[in-house]
């Protein structure tokens, strides 16, 4: 089966992407502050698996575990930042957030199209 240059470039920014967020939180399990950090790197971390797996054999749903992947990536994104009990820094969130959506909209476009 033939797959497009696209969809095996973004199942490895998937799985690399996921990795990433996981080695950042390993270090920070112990501490109670960035539990829910944690939790939703190691889904963020399973979604990844699914997700590339699916992208890479052009499975049926491949478009909707990547919008999966692509939601918790999101809430991991705001764990991070987020440290309980400040909400004055959510105006920092917009920039990030902002960015990661709308790059996370053109993929699935083209997923779309593609899959």
Known sequence: MKRPVGIMAIALMILVSSGWVLTRALPLQGSFRFHDFFIASVVLAILA???????????????????????????????????????????????????????????????????
């Open 49 to 115: 698996l699914l997700a590339a797996e699916s992208l890479w054999n052009l499975r049926s749903y491949a478009f909707l575990t990547f919008t999966l992947w692509s939601i918790c990536a999101l809430a991991a994104l705001v764990l991070y930042r987020v440290s309980p009990g400040s909400s004055g820094h959510l105006i920092r969130l917009f920039g990030p957030i902002a960015c990661a959506g709308l790059i996370y909209v053109v993929i699935a476009l083209y997923l779309r199209r593609v899959v």
